[in-house]
């Protein structure tokens, strides 16, 4: 075994997250803050727990004073914690403590997942309308009209729930028109008719209405029979 391989043996390897590599960014931490905090990961690896300033400023070619600055930057982002702990020998030491910068990575990454999550989530229930209403309409819809289910969707932010309401309504009317069913909600959207339960509170209130229109109009209808009438005056 020759020397250079010895040497790189010994040198050890520093296991660095890829996550970190790849949000860094996100967390407000610049290109010099980055190879500080590997640093600072080299040598808490090899049992370090503050690292020497003099060795990180030579290995990135810059003074002490930088890598403190550089300390004082991770410190007041919120990203590194400096503990201070008593020895065996009563001996005050330090340590740096980057339990933060994993807390706040650990919520983009959450936040990544909600947000991919939420975005399947809205991509199937756009594909289960699209299902609801060519199962309905008996036929596929066209390119066009798959743009106008987008943008009442994307653009217009109906409800998922809110367009089915216009859906059912358009078919118990025998209108299979998506035009049809986009004047029904561009009237639910003047009436600011926002949640389905506010336009099926509406839908209620309009067949109570026409409920009782119908009564009326038969019992206007049912006037009885005609009847005749005598001059009294005249009769023997």
């Not at 020998?89 to 997942?113: G, Q």
Request: glycine content about 2%; hydrophobic content about 35%; overall charge neutral.
């Amino acid at each position: 075994m020759n020397q250079f391989i010895k040497n790189y043996i010994n040198f050890g390897e520093t296991n660095i997250s890829n996550l970190l590599l790849r949000d860094y960014r996100k967390l407000n931490i610049n290109n010099d803050e980055l190879v500080v905090i590997l640093e600072c990961k080299r040598f808490i690896d090899h049992g370090i727990e503050f690292p020497d300033v003099e060795i990180i400023a030579d290995n990135m070619q810059t003074t002490s004073k930088e890598i403190y600055n550089t300390f004082n930057s991770l410190v007041n982002k919120g990203l590194l914690k400096i503990d201070s702990y008593k020895g065996s020998n009563d001996k005050i030491h330090s340590r740096c403590n980057f339990d933060p910068l994993y807390e706040k990575l650990l919520k983009i990454t959450s936040s990544d997942v909600d947000h991919t999550s939420l975005k399947a989530d809205s991509e199937s229930t756009q594909s289960e309308i699209f299902n609801k209403i060519e199962v309905e309409f008996g036929r596929s819809l066209s390119p066009m009209e798959l743009q106008t289910v987008n943008r009442w969707i994307n653009e217009d932010h109906f409800k998922p729930k809110i367009i089915l309401l216009a859906l059912r309504e358009a078919v118990i009317r025998q209108a299979f028109s998506l035009r049809y069913i986009d004047k029904i909600l561009l009237n639910w959207q003047k009436k600011n008719l926002t949640t389905p339960g506010q336009v099926e509170h509406e839908l209620s209130m309009q067949r109570k209405h026409q409920k009782y229109s119908v009564i009326n109009n038969d019992l206007n209808d049912d006037k009885g029979p005609d009847i005749p009438l005598f001059n009294l005056s005249n009769s023997k």
